[in-house]
């Protein structure tokens, strides 16, 4: 079992650069993955960013250049940086843990547990 909280949501305006954080408990060293996810209202979930406990890293195209995942293993917490935030970034972002595959991806599919998620809002 992994226990994942998050913070550090809220509202920002366009432009801003906050950091969500999550904390993750429980069997840990069973991760192979971890990344974030963002649901806007009235869409489906997508991927944002996942990281491999090697550090290699995979980004969704819309978020390139202007978001960055990061982890701290001896703090077992994993950060998403995010840079130049625009309106359309508004969504509930959940972060996630992947025990039951051997790689990374940002497919939804792959991961088992999740935290509950926190919102960033983006006004312009």
């Known amino acids: 079992q992994v226990r994942l909280v998050e913070s550090g949501g809220g509202s920002v305006q366009s432009g801003g650069s906050p950091r969500v954080s999550c904390a993750a408990s429980?069997?840990?060293?069973?991760?192979?993955?971890m990344g974030w996810f963002r649901q806007a209202a009235g869409k489906q979930r997508e991927g944002v960013a996942v990281?491999?406990?090697?550090?290699?890293?995979i980004y969704a195209d819309s978020v390139k250049g202007r978001f960055t995942i990061s982890q701290d293993n001896a703090k077992n917490t994993l950060y998403l940086q995010m840079t130049s935030l625009e309106p359309e970034d508004t969504a509930m972002y959940y972060c996630?843990?992947?025990?039951?595959?051997?790689?990374?991806?940002?497919?939804?599919?792959?991961?088992?547990?999740w935290g509950q998620g926190t919102q960033v809002t983006v006004s312009s």
């Open positions: 429980g069997y840990t060293h069973g991760t192979y993955c």
């Open positions: 996630a843990a992947n025990t039951a595959f051997d790689y990374c991806s940002v497919s939804r599919s792959i991961f088992n547990y």
């Open positions: 990281i491999d406990r090697s550090g290699r890293t």
